[in-house]
């Protein structure tokens, strides 16, 4: 029976489903909405939600619901969870194409050129709207509360993000600071959510799963960041984005470290790979990414000590959910399938 998160270890009746490295997707094929959550009389907003939500991993309600069934939540709230964290993530996606004037979202028009600005921050605004509905329903206020500040969060990382466009001279710790506002902020909710569910938890239970949340966002960037050089690419996603766009993210910030002030002006101009090979060296930026990698395998070191202090907290029968965290940090930066 899953008490409440005090000093006890917690026995977990759950339903184990043998998720392994991708989680075993329960929500593969759940459509993350239904007609029920928005106004028949709004068509436009049903077309716009069609096309944001499908062809997304859903990375972040497979997580919700990897946790939620290891501590045996009921359906409903798992499913309510999930609807969370996708409404949310999605949300931000709608704000942040249009702030970065973004042209495709998943191989797809974004919704500010397909439906107008205008209904993409409506569209956006909503989505938070409905969170805050369907929650205030649920009744947990601390629930709401952690909600509340992961939106907090995200809105606070968008807006320090958008100072550092065209800022050269950024460091790995402004980013970092970046991506737990924005990318952290997420993992930590998934992680933290179903145990709040169940009732109160315990405090280093929360900073562990805090911990862990921070380093998984990122992870996740520093991951997502290397796809723009076309490391790792097996997404295919468009090679120097952020550079052409003004941005130097994680992976970008790192291989300029270095530079002499002429090179670094040459890199920064670089427009396909070719440019930045020849700017930096080949064997440079091998040199480099075999550093950030090893930086990073720290880092995925330091997440599982995080998590291998839950074990304490947990009886027999909660320890696959260990097990299977532990995998996590491996597909988020190393991009394995």
């Given at each position: 029976m ?8 917690v026995g977990?009746?759950g339903r184990?489903?043998?998720?392994g490295?991708d989680f ?8 993350i ?8 009389y709004l ?8 096309d ?7 990375l972040r309600?497979?997580?919700v619901?990897?946790v939620g069934?290891?501590?045996?939540l009921?359906e409903?709230?798992?499913m309510?969870?999930?609807q969370?964290i996708?409404?949310?993530h ?6 942040d194409?249009l ?7 998943r191989?797809r028009?974004?919704?500010w ?16 709207a409905?969170v ?5 329903a ?5 629930l709401i509360?952690?909600t509340?500040q ?10 320090i993000?958008d ?16 991506h ?5 902020s997420?993992f930590?909710?998934?992680l933290?959510a179903?145990?709040v569910a169940?009732g ?6 929360k900073?562990?799963?805090?911990n862990?949340?921070t ?10 960041d290397?796809?723009?050089f076309?490391v790792?690419?097996s997404?295919?996603?468009m090679?120097?984005g952020?550079l052409?766009a003004?941005y130097?993210n ?5 291989l300029?470290?270095r530079l002499?002030g002429?090179q670094?002006?040459?890199f920064l101009?670089?427009?396909s790979?070719?440019?930045?090979f020849s700017s930096l060296?080949?064997?440079y930026?091998q ?5 950030f ?10 997440y599982?000590?995080?998590v291998m ?8 029968s909660g320890m696959?959910?260990?097990?299977n965290?532990l995998?996590l940090p491996q597909?988020l930066?190393?991009r394995?399938?």
């Open positions: 899953v008490g409440r998160f005090t000093n006890k270890k977990f009746a184990q489903r043998g998720y490295v075993g997707m329960r929500m593969k094929n759940i459509k909405y239904s007609l029920g959550d928005f106004p028949a068509p436009k907003l049903n077309l716009l939600y069609d944001l939500f499908s062809g997304g991993k859903g309600s497979r997580l619901a990897l069934d290891a501590l045996d009921k409903s709230t798992v309510l969870l999930c969370t996708e409404f949310i999605n949300a931000s996606l709608l704000h194409d702030i970065d004037r973004s042209p495709l979202r191989n028009t974004t919704a050129l397909k439906y107008t600005p205008e209904y993409a921050v409506l569209a956006g605004d909503y989505l938070l409905r805050m509905v369907n929650l205030a649920f009744g947990n206020l601390e509360q952690l509340s992961m939106i907090s969060d995200l809105l606070e990382g968008e807006w993000q100072s550092l466009v065209r800022d050269w001279e950024i460091t790995l710790e402004d980013l970092d600071r970046v737990n506002l924005k990318t952290g997420l930590k909710w998934c933290l179903p145990f169940v109160s938890v315990d405090s280093e239970v900073r562990s799963l805090e862990a949340g380093i998984l966002g990122q992870l996740f960037q520093r991951g997502d290397l796809l723009d076309d790792r690419n997404e295919k996603k090679v120097l952020d052409k003004g130097l994680s992976f970008g910030v790192f300029s470290g002499s002429v670094k002006q040459e101009k670089s427009q790979m070719s440019d930045v060296g080949e064997s930026f040199d480099r990414l075999c550093e990698d090893r930086m990073n395998t720290r880092m995925i070191a330091l599982g000590h995080h202090t839950l074990k304490g907290h947990l009886c027999e696959s959910l260990i097990e965290l995998e597909n930066y190393w394995k399938r």
